[in-house]
């Protein structure tokens, strides 16, 4: 084969590439116009008149959340102070509703352990959670461990966008309906009663709009997080039995952690 033969066959292949993608932007591109905008157009009216409303109510929705740290969920918190946003008018490739959580009353814990302490501080932070946290000091000023402030807020947003290069549109949450980024991929044929299932969402009444699917960068994270906690907890056992051999062991299982439950509750 001559060197131009060469040429024009990586040529005719780039060209059969490029054919095929443009093919199928043109498809995407259909789907987009007679589907998709027109669907998320209806689905924007729709959310913009209930965010107005609920502002105008102004009757906070209670729910709970489970905090890193604390075994029982927290009760009382709610939530308010709702926005919807847009990308475009026209063009609508995205939807943002955000609003806040809160608890008219603080909550308060103390972490014994410095590195479950530093665990909590850099969970707490990643979900956006208001915070403050102080070294608690026994009277020989010694640490005997970390005080947590729970004052702020907790941010929560959901958003619908569309996944570029494709026909598809994805629901993300962040902080909802708990703590964590959460994310939903929709197909085009699954948008007719789109609005109302967002707005029976963001009340609580109804989440089966979302069957959570946690993202291959969160799951890794959290599947590295359980062998960390595990890993950690032989270490605790095995330094148990080395310091006090004769200790009645039980034959109990310990309770999953934090991390375990978000995991199997939205696993598929």
Known sequence: MSLLDDIHQKANAKRREIDSAEKRAEHFEQIYLSTINPALKKTYSYLNDLVNELNFIDDPV????KIPG?????ENFYHGKYSIATN??????EIRISFICLRNKPIHFLIENDKQANTISDELFSFQVGYDQRPVYDNRNRKIGTYFD??????VQVRVFVVPGS?????????????GHFEKTIEPDELGNL?????LFILRRDNSIMTFDLPSETRAAIQERLKQDNARKQREEIKARLYNPNAVQENKAPKPGFFRRLFFRNKL
């Open 62 to 65: 209670v729910c709970s959340y």
């Open 70 to 74: 604390l075994e029982e969920p927290q």
């Open 88 to 93: 475009s008018s026209e063009r609508m490739t």
């Open 150 to 155: 729970l004052t702020g807020q907790i941010a």
């Open 167 to 179: 026909a598809k549109l994805k629901i993300e949450s962040h902080n909802f309906p708990s703590l």
């Open 195 to 199: 609005a109302e299932q967002i707005g």
